[in-house]
């Protein structure tokens, strides 16, 4: 269950306050040498703040996942924050995944960027929730089995 909250897209509405660049380095062993290389790459940070409460922000992480997990096959960073730059002090609906953990140094990533109207309703992760009752589902068949298959050995 943690895995498909991680990986599926949520939603939320929110206020661009700004778009920031910060290069990343990234250490890659060599074990011939033993020598350390340093890979460099640029990740996007869009930050917004509630539009019922300015005090709560959040900082989204706009970075292309290409080819590796979780599959968004996302290619276009440099354009949503180009798009997030232009609609700064808008409000927006933020599509993304993952969660903030402070403690790691995790972002949630933008996966879109939406301008909203005032009275437009963001939207609903109907997908997530169709596979969260399938697993649940597929958890309370697969208890009642094992359960019925314990049963029939005890006599």
């Keep these: 269950m943690l895995l498909v909250s991680y ?4 939603y939320s509405a929110a206020v661009i306050s700004g ?18 290389k340093t890979l460099a790459r640029d990740v996007y940070f ?5 539009p019922e409460d300015k005090k709560s922000v959040t900082v989204y992480r706009n970075e292309d996942t290409r080819f590796s997990f979780p599959f ?8 949503i924050s180009a798009l997030a730059q232009s609609l700064v002090n ?13 403690l790691f140094n995790m972002f949630p990533n ?10 437009t309703d963001i939207s609903k992760p109907i997908f997530s929730w169709i596979l969260y009752a ?12 094992v359960c019925t298959l314990f049963k029939g050995k005890a006599h």
Excluded at 90 to 102: A, F
Excluded at 110 to 119: G, Q
């Design 7 to 10: 990986c599926m897209p949520h």
């Design 90 to 102: 808008q409000q927006v609906e933020v599509k993304y995944y993952g969660w903030r953990i402070n």
């Design 110 to 119: 933008v996966i879109f960027l939406k301008p909203l109207k005032e009275s």
């Design 19 to 36: 778009v920031e660049v910060k290069r990343m380095n990234e250490n890659e062993n060599t074990p011939n040498n033993k020598e350390v």
């Design 134 to 145: 399938l697993l649940l589902g597929g958890f309370f068949i697969s208890a009642r089995s």
């Design 46 to 50: 869009v930050q917004t703040y509630d």
């Design 72 to 79: 968004y096959f996302k290619f276009n960073s440099a354009d």
